[in-house]
């Protein structure tokens, strides 16, 4: 199995970044295609930015441009930069990942089978 455990969260605020760090065990992230959730209170859980294993990338609309997901080998992490932040991406964030053959970066959470407990992240 697929273990993740994610950190980098915090309070910051609106206009600032943070850089969300993803760590897993039991696999190789260049291998693993892999996300980026967010949940807030009283909502639906969303994407926000994903990787397929072959190195594409996807972002959903109101991220583009100012999220960037990438991964490190060495480190065997995935990230997700967020630059001009907005109160309204306050969440819990979760990276997720998976080893299933899906063809191209997916930001559905049921594209994906491993997960982490999330980071919370709030913008004031």
């Known amino acids: 199995d697929v273990q993740l455990v994610e950190s980098g969260g915090g309070s910051v605020q609106a206009g600032g970044s943070l850089r969300l760090s993803c760590v897993a065990s039991g696999s190789t992230v260049s291998t693993v295609s892999m996300g980026w959730f967010r949940q807030a209170p009283g909502k639906e859980r969303e994407g926000v930015a994903a990787?397929?294993?072959?190195?594409?990338?996807r972002y959903a609309d109101s991220e583009k441009g100012r999220f960037s997901i990438s991964i490190d080998n060495a480190r065997n992490s995935l990230y997700l930069q967020m630059n001009s932040l907005k109160p309204e991406d306050s969440a819990m964030y979760y990276c997720?990942?998976?080893?299933?053959?899906?063809?191209?970066?997916?930001?559905?959470?049921?594209?994906?089978?491993?997960w982490g407990q999330g980071t919370q992240v709030t913008v004031s």
């Open positions: 990787r397929h294993r072959y190195g594409a990338t």
């Open positions: 997720a990942g998976t080893y299933d053959r899906i063809l191209s970066p997916r930001l559905d959470s049921a594209s994906y089978r491993y």
